[in-house]
């Protein structure tokens, strides 16, 4: 156990933009496949925070091997910003349609009422 974090931790400085485009690509991926196929409009909105979160990801990455100073980490506080009032709202829509249909499934919400 004592040579694999030995191995890890001389690994973790060869850690390339390439590694986080791939984490990057896999998130973004298991989100919008989260978003595709779930009918309940909790897991959309969490196929939507991992979108978010890859997008975060990639504007770090470049910030950081990309040479720009700290543009890439501004933005991704204002992405992480715009995430928590978009759960906010997003939460209070599915909290009022839960209490007007008893039911939170995408497919089943056929008609908004008044």
Request: charged residues 15%; aromatic residues 12%.
């Amino acid at each position: 156990m004592e040579t694999f974090f030995a191995e890890f931790i001389r690994w973790l400085p060869k850690v390339g933009l390439s590694h986080f485009l791939i984490v990057s690509a896999i998130l973004f991926a298991l989100g919008i496949y989260g978003i595709s196929t779930r009918r309940n409009a909790i897991m959309v909105l969490m196929g939507v925070e991992l979108v978010l979160n890859a997008a975060n990801i990639n504007f770090v990455a470049f910030s950081r091997y990309g040479g720009v100073n700290f543009d890439g980490q501004v933005a991704a506080i204002f992405v992480i910003i715009l995430a928590a009032a978009e759960a906010a709202v997003a939460l209070a829509i599915v909290l009022n349609i839960y209490q007007r249909f008893q039911t939170v499934n995408v497919d089943e919400i056929s008609t908004m009422k008044e």
